[in-house]
């Protein structure tokens, strides 16, 4: 078993719909990450997670770390939101980041 | 304020050769961390390092190494390159000591082995 998981692997949306995406883990973390590949490869960071919720425009990250899982939305998706969303946790004991397999999003018109 | 860039872009390389890849962080960052993805095995820690010391390396074998130089930029070596290590090469620098926090990537090196 992956230390994390995601779901799910694909997603297909409709534009303007509420998006969720799901990320557990079974380790203990000091972060967790959430972030956003475009085709050609490109990683943009999107969120850094301790506790709690955060949010910037129509993306919102929470966490929880008593359950170990966190949650990005989407809200009102568009199609240049189509990407791969990647999870990744920081485990201080370790000193690295271990990465989700991602969820693939396509938003459609 | 300029990202962190990674040259090449893409590289073609035959088995057996060797690769050097090069990442230069956003100024005034001190880790830099490499990154393999690839179809099967999804992204994959490689090392990292903080000041010239590399503090923390993947389970990869030791034909990958790497290195920082004072001025915080970083190099990665794949020696008797094989058809498996094709993939892209991601860096990421942070301004923190202890990385885990903050990070920035590269767009990547996307090395073809043929």
């Known amino acids: 078993k992956n230390e994390v998981e995601q779901s799910p692997q694909n997603l297909t949306a409709q534009e303007g719909e509420f998006i969720t995406i799901n990320c557990s883990y079974s380790?203990?973390?000091?972060?967790l990450h959430w972030l956003q590949q475009h085709p050609g490869g490109g990683i943009v960071s999107l969120f850094m997670l301790s506790s709690g919720k955060k949010k910037h425009g129509r993306l919102i990250a929470t966490i929880n770390i008593q359950e170990k899982h966190s949650s990005l939305h989407i809200t009102a998706s568009h199609p240049r939101d189509s990407a791969v969303y990647i999870c990744?946790?920081?485990?201080?004991?370790?000193?690295?980041?271990?990465f989700g397999t991602g969820t693939r999003l396509q938003v459609t018109l | 304020k300029a990202g962190v860039t990674q040259t090449p872009r893409y590289l073609i390389k035959t088995r057996g050769q060797q690769v050097t890849l090069s990442c230069s962080p956003i100024s005034g960052h001190r880790s830099v961390s490499w990154y393999q993805q690839t179809p099967g095995q999804g992204l994959q820690f490689l090392f990292e390092?903080?000041?010239?010391?590399?503090?923390n390396k993947g389970n990869f074998p030791g034909r990958f190494s790497g290195r920082q130089f004072s001025n915080s930029r970083s190099e990665m070596n794949v020696s008797t390159l094989e058809l498996g290590d094709s993939a892209l090469y991601l860096c990421?620098?942070?301004?923190?000591?202890?990385?885990?926090?903050?990070?920035?990537f590269g767009s990547g090196t996307r090395l073809t082995v043929v």
């Open positions: 990421a620098s942070s301004p923190h000591d202890r990385a885990g926090y903050g990070y920035t």
């Open positions: 990744a946790v920081w485990t201080g004991t370790a000193s690295k980041l271990t």
């Open positions: 390092y903080f000041s010239e010391t590399q503090r």
């Open positions: 380790v203990g973390i000091s972060a």
